[in-house]
């Protein structure tokens, strides 16, 4: 017969039990397996039910304090930040180098290209990472750096090669490739950084948590979009800064790399990320210990491996202890050096093989990222030539193009305003939510996109524009909380249904990493689509109005999808 455990400092002991003692760890540390021991079948039942309890008691973190939440969602404030410096510029930048009309939506292939291929490996390879500063960190520092980097090359690629060259056409050949090369490295780091921030999110933060961290990511990605377009809506070419550091864009570099090393400085040390242990059990001569990931499974998200061995036990002894493995599933500790070996095609086959709610919701998050990079990659571009009717190809003493420059401008104002509205929407959508519940809200922000940027094409003044410039930050909103918060709910359910014992293989673990990089893996097919058909698209219209209209349509289809689907 056996006795309870028996609690001694920060340890817990099984005694009664064959006459030895069973040590677990304590509950702030993460479980990765449990030692050797003995299988009696006549005890087994009695011993799962003696260490149920203590597991159970493990699975969810303290509450974190709203200061901790709200250093580790200033990274978005500092990422939104520059990307709506790049946002509002680079169609600007590329065309003012000479980069040819037909080319220029070309710039957003190049990068979700990459992307779309790497994203899953980057984020699968993060659920495995033994840096002994966490599993998420070293990825968010080494693609901060690229972004750093890739905003250098594209503010100051032109002066740079200015500078350096005099030959008038080499020049502009060396500006486009630097200009392009910077924005590309840019943009490749900066839609790749989001996974591991939201997997970094989910893995020290209890379900309440998750929450309230996913809305101040949202708050701080709409305020940081507002000060970044504001930056770029002012005119600092003729001010004491401006002549102080050579040139408008040069100012704008100096704002934009300041923010984001200060803010990218303290995401990285606003909440302590436990190490992956590296379990040593599969290295001993020792009998098979019970490890905490049923090796025969090879479900979504995991790499395929040859099976072992293991003593038979009770399916819901799996489900136990699995959920004392760490803080959330994402934490998931791999039971052997075999689970690294990691290639694209066994993670494409993770991904082919996700549960149907989670393929859905790439669709609907592939449609909704497609509709709003059509309206936001072009919209400053858009207000030049359209609502301002200037020329960006004319002569740079020009009138039409002085005209397409204050087009520009007042794009800036309207992201600027899509930015703020953003920041507002995401209190919003804490008081509809209990009212219309995710997919309402996820409903919501398609339609009023949709019909929005519907209106803007159909009627370019203006006064118009700059009020509908609202519904953008709607669906920012929208894409950058609600598809996370599905993640969440589906992951808070999936682990309820391994607490009940469920064998069903889609519920099996399951790293956060993996499903956040597939979600994100829709930016950049998104951005790949709209890269690869835009420029093809205006070029075939005849103008760059097609690109609003093109937005709106995608939009609305989005929403039926999400009304039949989801």
Not at 21 to 40: C, G, I, Q
Not at 263 to 272: A, C, E, K, R, W
Request: aromatic share 12%.
């Amino acid at each position: 017969m056996t006795t309870p455990p028996v609690a001694f400092g920060n340890n817990t002991y099984l005694t009664g039990y064959k006459n030895e003692e069973k040590r677990f760890s304590a509950p702030d540390s993460p479980l990765t397996s449990m030692e050797h021991y003995l299988v009696d079948s006549g005890h087994k039942e009695d011993y799962l039910d003696c260490i149920e309890p203590a597991v159970f008691e493990a699975v969810e973190p303290l509450k974190l304090s709203t200061g901790r939440l709200i250093m580790h969602s200033m990274v978005m404030f500092g990422r939104e930040f520059c990307y709506a410096v790049e946002a509002a510029f680079v169609t600007p930048v590329l065309l003012s180098v000479g980069l040819p009309r037909h080319l220029y939506s070309l710039v957003w292939f190049i990068s979700p290209v990459l992307g779309f291929i790497l994203q899953p490996v980057i984020g699968s390879a993060s659920d495995y990472c033994r840096s002994p500063w966490g599993r998420r960190r070293p990825y968010i520092v080494l693609l901060g750096i690229m972004m750093l980097v890739g905003l250098t090359l594209f503010l100051n690629g032109d002066a740079v090669t200015s500078a350096v060259l005099e030959d008038r056409n080499v020049k502009r050949t060396w500006a486009i490739v630097v200009v392009m090369f910077g924005v590309v490295m840019f943009d490749f780091a900066a839609d790749f950084i989001d996974g591991p921030i939201k997997a970094y999110l989910f893995d020290v933060c209890s379900h309440r948590d998750k929450e309230r961290g996913l809305h101040y990511h949202a708050l701080l990605t709409g305020l940081g979009g507002a000060c970044g377009y504001l930056i770029g809506a002012m005119d600092w070419g003729h001010s004491a800064l401006g002549v102080l550091l050579g040139s408008e864009y040069q100012v704008i570099y100096f704002f934009s790399s300041l923010t984001w090393g200060m803010f990218l400085t303290m995401h990285l040390f606003s909440i302590p990320e436990k190490p992956l242990i590296k379990d040593h059990s599969s290295d001993s001569h020792t009998p098979v210990p019970l490890l905490l990931e049923d090796p025969h499974h090879n479900g979504y998200g995991t790499v395929y491996k040859d099976p072992q061995p293991l003593p038979e036990m009770r399916q819901r002894s799996f489900s136990a202890l699995s959920e004392a493995n760490a803080v959330t599933p994402s934490a998931k500790q791999p039971n052997s050096e075999v689970r690294k070996r990691m290639t694209l095609k066994s993670l494409l086959s993770a991904v082919i093989s996700m549960p149907s709610h989670y393929r859905c919701l790439c669709v609907s998050h592939l449609l909704g990222w497609t509709a709003f990079l059509c309206n936001m990659l072009f919209f400053t571009d858009f207000m030049g030539q359209i609502v301002y009717k200037g020329n960006p190809y004319a002569e740079h003493n020009s009138t039409s193009y002085a005209m397409y420059e204050r087009g520009v401008e007042v794009g800036c104002w309207g992201l600027c305003i899509n930015a703020v509205s953003s920041a507002l929407y995401s209190y919003v959508q804490r008081l509809l939510l209990p009212y219309i519940g995710l997919k309402g809200l996820y409903f919501l922000g398609y339609f009023v996109f949709g019909l929005g940027t519907g209106l803007i094409g159909l009627f370019p003044n203006i006064v118009a524009t700059l009020v509908l410039c609202s519904v953008f930050g709607v669906m920012s909103s929208t894409l950058y909380t609600i598809p996370f918060n599905l993640i969440s709910e589906y992951h808070k359910a999936e682990e309820v249904q391994r607490k009940l014992g469920s064998d069903e293989p889609a519920l099996e673990g399951r790293g956060t990493g993996m499903d956040c990089a597939a979600l994100t893996c829709m930016v950049q097919l998104g951005q790949v689509i709209v890269g690869a058909g835009l420029g093809a698209l205006v070029n075939l219209a005849g103008s760059v109005i097609v690109v609003v209209l093109s937005a709106s349509t995608v939009s609305l289809i989005g929403c039926l999808f999400i009304a039949l689907f989801m």
